[in-house]
């Protein structure tokens, strides 16, 4: 597979766990909600391919045309507007992951698809109850 593809899925991996498990650790050590955690973390243990390797050769942080951060990724106002973020960072990611799989494995498109569509839901769900409890 061409090693630019494979970078870019290894970037929105780690893209997509990171996301994810800060809204894990929000549900976990701010709201102390453990299914929802559970649920989170779940999602998170499902991104994962099978060529970690092949993946890790790719990766090539230092040469990143977009390393930097950008000034509304460094703003936020409060908890709720990072779990926002963070939903949307993992969303995004796996969107492109599932669109990139299809190039390798169909079974793995359809795992990220599935990951996308639990975090809209998620997403509905436990921004209405984050809202509710300022």
């Known amino acids: 597979m061409n090693q ?4 870019l899925i290894d970037a929105n991996l780690n893209r997509l766990r990171e996301g994810i498990r800060v809204v894990e650790d929000i549900f976990r050590y701010v709201y102390n909600d453990k299914q ?10 499902k991104a994962r391919t099978n060529n970690y390797n092949e993946l890790l050769e790719t990766r090539d942080v230092k040469n990143d045309v977009l390393r930097a951060s ?3 990724e460094q703003n936020r106002s409060d908890m709720n507007s990072i779990l926002i973020a963070n939903f949307k960072r993992a969303q995004e990611s796996s969107r ?15 795992t990220f698809k599935y990951i996308r569509y ?16 300022k």
């Not at 630019?4 to 970078?7: F, I, P, T």
């Not at 639990?118 to 409890?133: A, G, R």
């Open 4 to 7: 630019s593809y494979l970078r």
């Open 118 to 133: 639990e975090l809209y839901n998620l997403e509905i769900v436990l921004t209405k109850i984050t809202s509710n409890s």
């Open 70 to 72: 950008i000034k509304s």
């Open 36 to 45: 929802t955690a559970l649920k989170l973390k779940e999602l998170r243990h």
């Open 96 to 110: 492109v992951l599932e669109e990139f799989c299809k190039l390798i494995s169909i079974e793995d498109s359809e």
